[in-house]
Structure formats: structure tokens, C-alpha cells
């Protein structure tokens, strides 16, 4: 088990987990520095529990095209040797060097329900890890509809199920092979039902024509639904590695704008799509909002705290 000393976005420092063994299953995401200027891209450091990589759906503008283009199977869905997962949770829930609870991000490098139709599961095999102990919980980012087997676990306190939601729209477009938002707030609704802590990931929100009716009525389907326990929200935007590997460029267009985190859409469009978003949230009386992978002068402008971020991926 390897432990560092991490810069906070609160500027306090923590001694943390950075990885047990030699990582490749559990590492902390440092990638994005701590911000010093206005342009930089805010992004709080998470654990990443890496079980698989890939993703069944090909949505057009997924970084995991970039990420994975030099592997033989790219973004493929791959699944790493389970026991050799278990083993480093194990490693993880049995150090006593970190004692303030975590997440760890089961969908950073995958859908983390890609497994849910086989005979193996992993939402079955890592909850059943996590029984008995409060530390930690994992986090399952997801665009899958098929949670039948998180249904069935004993624990569901010990878990976070976030989904990957966007305007039907702009899903129909570019989301190619996932189910319909529609669908995903169903199943979200089913696991809150449940007792289970619903996330939602409403990225990344993209400027089509119409898109404030799009998004508005959107948002309208959620709460018609349930409450969501967190929204994160963010803008198109795509690292030139992703936009190289996209077989489907038709969304590239909306990037006009250059940052140290890619190509982004107009910083004045992207702040009258979050202001309108926050509006239509705040006449449901839901505060519980942050945005992701955005620049401090965003957050600054929207007048929300960054340096608090509630964001998906944290705690």
C-alpha cells in the first residue's frame, strides 16, 4: 500500500491512498492539478477501482476511443482477472493507514455495469466485498439499464449508482447503442425506490437547436421520476486524442474553443446552459448540483464554490 500527501482543492493537504500494489487495479486520479488561474479545469482526485476497461455503446464523442487507441481490443469492453480485483479491495479494507471514508470509482475506464449479463458479475462480486465495513463505497457510473442484480444485494448502503444521462435529442444523435435516457431514469428510479444513493451525470449538455426546450424537459422527466441524491453537469468537449479516434466527427463542429482540458464549446454558451439549468433546478428546490471538468472562472461566474465541490465522484 503506497500513501501520499494530495493538495486539496480547499488547499488542505490529506495523506491518502495513491495505489495498493502496483496499481493497476486501485490508484488514486491525480491527473488534473490543483488550479492556479482562472482557465484551469477544476476535477477533485478520486480512487479509481480499475476492474474492466471499455464500453458496450459507442457514443461519438466517448474518451475512452482516445485513451484505449493503442490497445488491441481499443475501447472493447475487457475484463481484468477478478481475482486479482478481489484481492487488491481486500488489500484496501484490510490497511488502517486511511481512515476517512472514499469513494472508489468503479467506472472511470468503463461502464460498470458491463458485465451484468454474464455469469460473473461484478456489481455481485464487489458488494459482497464490502459487507460489513463503512469506509468505503463504490461508485458505478453507467449509461445500463440492467440493474436487476444490484436489486438483489443486501448492502446497498455501501454503493453509489450514477447515471449517465442526456436530452433524449441529443442522445438519439450521438449515444449510438445505449438505451434511451428514458429508460436510465426508470432504472434509476427503481434502485432510489430501493434505498440506494441515485446519481445523475446530466453530461455533456450540447448546444443543438432547441436546446434549452430539450434540456428543460428533460430535467421535467427526472423529477417526475424521483429526487436525485446529486446532478453533475458538464459541456461538450473532447481531448484532441478522442476527436482523432471518433468515427463520428459530427459533433466536433461545437468545439470552438481551446483549453488546457481540450476543445470546448463557447464559454458564453456554456454559462447560459449551466444559468439556465440552475434556474430550471432551483424551481424543483434542488440544490445539490456541481459542474465537471470546467474552468474556475465558470464556477466563479455561476457563483458556486469549487473549492466545496459535491460532485459526482466525491464523497
Known amino acids: 500500500m503506497s500513501i501520499s500527501e494530495y493538495e486539496q482543492l480547499s488547499g488542505e493537504k490529506k495523506t491518502q491512498i495513491q495505489k495498493v500494489g502496483d496499481g493497476l487495479i486501485i490508484t488514486r486520479f491525480d491527473r488534473t492539478p490543483i488550479p492556479s488561474c482562472g482557465t484551469d479545469v477544476v476535477c477533485p ?3 479509481q477501482l480499475k476492474w ?8 461519438a464523442w466517448c474518451y475512452l476511443q482516445g485513451t484505449f487507441r493503442f490497445q488491441d481490443y481499443k475501447k472493447s469492453p ?7 480485483m478481489e484481492s487488491a479491495v481486500r488489500s484496501l479494507l484490510d490497511d488502517d493507514q486511511n481512515k476517512a471514508p472514499e469513494i472508489l470509482n468503479a467506472g472511470e475506464l468503463s461502464d460498470s455495469l458491463l458485465s451484468e449479463g454474464t455469469d460473473n458479475p461484478f456489481s455481485k462480486r464487489i458488494m459482497k466485498l464490502l459487507e460489513g465495513q463503512e469506509r468505503y463505497k463504490v461508485l458505478f457510473v453507467t449509461k445500463s439499464i440492467d440493474v436487476d442484480n444490484l436489486l438483489t444485494v443486501t448492502n446497498p448502503e455501501n454503493c453509489i449508482v450514477s447515471f449517465s444521462v442526456n436530452a433524449p435529442a441529443v442522445s438519439k444523435l450521438w449515444e449510438h447503442g445505449a438505451p434511451d435516457p428514458i429508460l436510465r431514469l426508470d432504472a434509476a428510479k427503481k434502485l432510489a425506490d430501493a434505498g ?9 449538455m450540447v448546444p443543438i437547436e432547441g436546446w434549452k426546450e430539450e434540456y428543460n424537459s428533460f430535467v421535467d422527466s427526472i423529477f417526475e421520476r424521483f429526487t436525485p441524491d446529486r446532478i453533475t453537469t458538464g459541456s461538450l468537449r473532447g481531448l484532441q486524442s478522442t476527436i482523432n479516434n471518433s468515427k463520428d466527427k459530427t459533433w ?5 474553443e481551446r483549453s488546457n482540458w481540450g476543445r470546448k464549446v463557447d464559454y458564453n454558451i456554456r454559462l447560459e446552459m449551466y444559468r439556465n439549468l440552475i434556474d430550471k433546478l432551483n424551481e424543483k428546490g434542488f440544490k445539490e448540483f456541481a459542474l465537471c471538468k470546467e474552468t474556475v472562472d465558470c464556477w466563479n461566474a ?5 473549492k466545496n465541490i459535491s460532485c459526482n465522484c466525491t464523497f
Open 45 to 47: 482526485h478520486f480512487i
Open 252 to 256: 466536433t463542429p461545437y468545439l470552438t
Open 196 to 204: 440506494f444513493i441515485v446519481r445523475l451525470r446530466l453530461d455533456p
Open 52 to 59: 474492466a476497461t471499455g464500453c458496450p455503446y459507442n457514443c
Open 78 to 84: 475487457h475484463i481484468k482477472d477478478m481475482k486479482k
Open 302 to 306: 455561476l457563483g458556486l464554490d469549487y
